[in-house]
């Protein structure tokens, strides 16, 4: 396909699927969008790792070939005031993998949000955020290394599907006059209208994307979270899908609680799943009173969000919280945070969150050696107390670093350890 400004590598080979063996050619074409803000900072410094990382994991026989594309404040400058091109749309289907930076939704009207956009123009239901403690992080929890968990959301229904209807708009009014006269419902004059709509289509391919994360990645258990007390023929349905998908399409991988109660006395047989459902409000107290009960969590598009960004909380703050964004055709993976404009060019700020996307990037590629590389470099660079100044303030003895310098304090760090690994192979 022609681009009017993308440039694809000539040295980079296309990606032609995303699941199975031979997906993933040594010289794969990745899209980027740099991202607004304090995007080009992180991405420069998470690029530099990233790179570094695969030459020395694998000896220089495998390189990304970067591929710039485009969306918010610099897709704007280029496509004349379009902050998000058709061709970004297109590049993405066609390359299939990518990585951006944090996105402005621009003011005064065109786009809700350009992350929500990106996500329902290419059907990238799923929203996937792991959620782990890495030691010498700065955690108010008295044990942050009992969470290691992985969210799913559903991304592309629940609240943010958009449907609503603002308060004495004429749309108001006729839906309004629809509920109370056709359907007996009771609410107050003047409200605002918004419709949840949950379905057993999207809920049963999520459900199936978790699954199949679980068996790939040995996690033990997943947890329905919902609030199908109250909602019951949303997020109620929400959960009794999620447990037909388990038990009709997958009885010989996994096992509900009440079986396992009922034939097993509560102890998991090997190599099975744990699929159990949780309140959503008692969730958020488990989650800081007994945060290793949990494994995966799969929920609806709210309720993600919400817990997504609480348990961060825990483990050092979104500015560290990974995240992906993935569907059948492409995957999108992202820094979970915001664009931080007062920071903007300052070579400031902790590119953690961008960089831990990469890494989930790269174990989504099979690029393992190279993903584990960057973790334990990271690892070691807070050992050191070597940090940018969101951690520095809150570590005694910090040497505190720009990003530029942060990211190269982790690729020396990387340095060591591959020297280390050739000094006693089976160290």
Known sequence: M???????????????????????????????????????????????????????AYGGKRKIAWMEIYAGEKAASIYDGDYMPEETFDALREFMV????????????????????????????????????YPGVPSPMRHPELVDIVIFRENTEDVYAGIEYEAGTPENEKL???????LGAKFFEGSGLGIKPISAFATKRLMRATIRYALERGRKSISIMHKGNIQKYTEGAFRQWCYEVATE????????????????????PEGKILVKDRIADITFQHMLLRPAEFDIIIAPNLNGDYLSDALAAQVGGVGIAPGA???DDVMLFEATHGTAPKYTNLDKVNPGSLLFSGVMMLEFMGWWDAARLVKEAYIRTLEQKTVTYD?????????????????????????????????DPKG
């Open 176 to 182: 309004a006059r629809f509920l109370r006269e056709e």
């Open 98 to 133: 990518g990585i951006k930076g944090p996105l402005t939704t621009p003011v005064g009207g065109g786009f809700r949000s350009l992350n929500v956009t990106l996500r329902q123009v290419l059907d990238l239901y799923a929203c996937v955020r792991p959620v782990k403690w």
């Open 391 to 423: 951690f520095a303030r809150q570590m005694e003895g910090a040497k505190t670093v720009k990003t530029s310098e942060f990211a190269t304090a982790i690729i020396r760090n990387m340095d060591d350890l591959v020297a280390g690994i050739q000094a």
């Open 325 to 327: 964004n993935i569907g």
């Open 2 to 56: 022609a681009y009017k400004h993308i440039v694809v590598p000539s040295d980079g080979e296309k990606i032609t699927c995303l699941q199975g063996e031979g997906c993933i050619p040594d010289n794969p074409i990745i899209a980027f969008i740099e991202g607004d803000g304090i995007g080009y900072d992180i991405m420069t410094a998470s690029k530099r790792i990233w790179d570094a990382a695969v030459e020395k």
């Open 249 to 268: 399409e997958f009885p010989e991988q996994t096992i509900t609680e009440d079986e396992l109660w009922e034939k097993y006395d509560g102890k998991l």
